[in-house]
């Protein structure tokens, strides 16, 4: 029988993280700080929104680019958050998810052999979507000494005559690193004079916990050569509702709305009418959201300090990404054997790109007790593996 599959995708790993999850289901006890889900509820006014889109008969197809009425906000919201404009009919597309919005922006953007620049570590599906769109992903290592920033520097020395794309992660999965201004202005220098395009993918943008979020797209020349990617995943804790958005220049988005038309239609109608009001009345649950984060934030990074693990601080995102390399063990290693012998899950960073390696992500997208209890078990083990170092 001929083979019947695509050899791209049997070169494509699976992603790294789905392993301890699985075995954490059938651990009893077992505590997991892999998941990269918000703990809260979608807020009721939101999830009430959605409830009567569908008592009220609003369950057929939208326009393949989404209700107008959410696009509507979605612009109302950029400018009020950034200060950038886009155009609601021509500019903005609602997608199944953020994840949708990087796949097809690629398949968009990218012509076969072209060189996508990703910053590792970084979100697992940047470097599988590239190879898939027929691109070669180019992977910028980057360091804890930097916190884990992109400089200026890094990309310079990435860039060749083929590369064409730069996805900017930020702020960042898994290491919770933010790009500030000036470290956005000196990348957009060196994009503008390469003739470069930035998928910038801001999903956790309402996550920062450092001053107000900032965008590339604020950097004067930049938006023209921008796709916006964000969602309401995480922000408003809606990740199964599936929806997200990209924006951009409209001589992209014509191009990504085919593709969205033919793979998939259009996104999920009720959870469009629902995103509606998480944008117009919504404020005040991220806000309150983003304080309980950042609580478990500090108390993570107090933990850390007291038991002797080198981490930096994190400004975005609801992620950690402490170091392990004192104990001379591969992250995947100290993630396994911390599993068996402590009952808690953690992700290695190697999932996230070789350049993971001597690192670990924890999620503090859970309640302060179960992360009290989780990193409890954490120091226990970590004392143990101190004194067999003895």
């Known amino acids: 029988m001929r083979n019947p599959l695509s050899d791209t995708i049997v070169t494509i790993k699976p992603s790294g993280i789905r392993k301890f999850f699985d075995i954490v289901s059938e651990m009893e006890d077992a505590i997991s700080l892999g998941v990269g889900e918000p703990d809260f509820d979608t807020p009721w006014h939101i999830r009430d929104e959605g409830i009567y889109s569908l008592e009220k008969g609003r369950t057929f197809y939208t326009s393949n680019a989404g209700l107008k009425q959410l696009r509507e906000e979605?612009?109302?919201?950029?400018?009020?958050?950034?200060?950038?404009?886009?155009?609601?009919?021509?500019?903005?597309?609602?997608?199944?998810?953020?994840?949708?919005?990087?796949?097809i922006a690629l398949r968009a953007m990218v012509n076969?052999?072209?060189?996508?620049?990703?910053?590792?570590?970084?979100?697992?599906?940047?470097?599988?979507?590239?190879?898939?769109?027929?691109?070669?992903?180019?992977?910028?290592?980057?360091?804890?000494?930097n916190e884990f920033r992109?400089?200026?520097?890094?990309?310079?020395?990435?860039?060749?005559?083929?590369?064409?794309?730069?996805?900017?992660p930020y702020p960042n999965n898994p290491t919770g690193a933010i790009m500030e201004r000036e470290d956005l202005e000196a990348i957009a220098k060196i994009v503008e004079e390469k003739d470069l395009f930035v998928i910038s993918d801001e999903i956790y943008s309402e996550l920062t916990y450092k001053g107000n979020p900032v965008s590339i797209t604020q950097i004067p020349g930049m938006r023209e050569r921008t796709v916006l990617i964000n969602g309401f995943s995480k922000a408003y804790a809606m990740t199964g509702w599936r929806l997200g958005y990209a924006c951009g220049p409209e001589v992209i988005l014509k191009q990504m709305l085919k593709i969205h038309q033919f793979a998939i239609m259009c996104a999920p109608t009720t959870s469009q009418y629902a995103a509606v009001e998480a944008l117009k009345n919504g404020d005040d649950d991220v806000a309150e959201m983003r304080e309980q984060y950042n609580q478990r934030r500090r108390y993570l990074l107090h933990a850390f300090a007291e038991m002797g693990l080198p981490c930096f601080e994190p400004y975005g995102a609801f992620y950690v990404f402490?170091?392990?390399?004192?104990?001379?063990?591969?992250?995947?290693e100290f993630a396994t054997r911390f599993l068996q012998e402590e009952k808690v899950a953690v992700v290695p960073?190697?999932?996230?790109g070789d350049s993971g390696e001597g690192?670990?992500?924890?999620?503090?997208?859970?309640?302060?007790?179960n992360l009290k209890v989780a990193i409890g078990r954490l120091s226990h083990f970590v004392k143990k593996l101190k004194a067999e170092k003895e």
């Open 349 to 352: 960073g190697t999932a996230f």
């Open 359 to 369: 690192y670990i992500r924890i999620s503090y997208a859970y309640s302060l007790e």
């Open 322 to 332: 402490p170091c392990i390399k004192e104990f001379g063990m591969t992250s995947d």
């Open 74 to 103: 979605i612009a109302h919201y950029l400018r009020r958050r950034y200060q950038v404009s886009y155009d609601p009919l021509h500019e903005i597309m609602i997608t199944v998810g953020g994840s949708e919005a990087i796949d």
């Open 150 to 168: 992109l400089t200026a520097q890094e990309l310079l020395d990435a860039i060749t005559e083929k590369t064409k794309i730069l996805i900017l």
């Open 112 to 145: 076969p052999g072209d060189e996508v620049l990703i910053p590792q570590p970084s979100y697992v599906s940047y470097e599988p979507c590239a190879v898939l769109a027929g691109a070669k992903p180019v992977i910028i290592p980057l360091k804890a000494e």
